[in-house]
């Protein structure tokens, strides 16, 4: 049913903006997650799990 659905779509246009847009904010979460100033802020979530009181900054 799926291919047959897909076989019948005529806006090929919209299927290209589609991606180009998924494959932007993919590459864009990629980036921002990997960026250079992020390792301090991610190693203090992943040890939230072991604190036993609430910080107070």
Do not use: C
Not at 10 to 37: E, G, P, Q
């Amino acid at each position: 049913m799926k291919s047959q659905v897909l076989s019948n779509f005529a806006w090929t246009d919209l299927t290209v903006v589609a991606f180009v847009i998924f494959l932007s904010f993919f590459t864009f979460v990629v980036f921002w997650t990997f960026r250079k100033n992020s390792k301090k802020h991610y190693d203090e979530i992943g040890t939230i799990v072991f604190d036993e009181g609430i910080k107070n900054e």
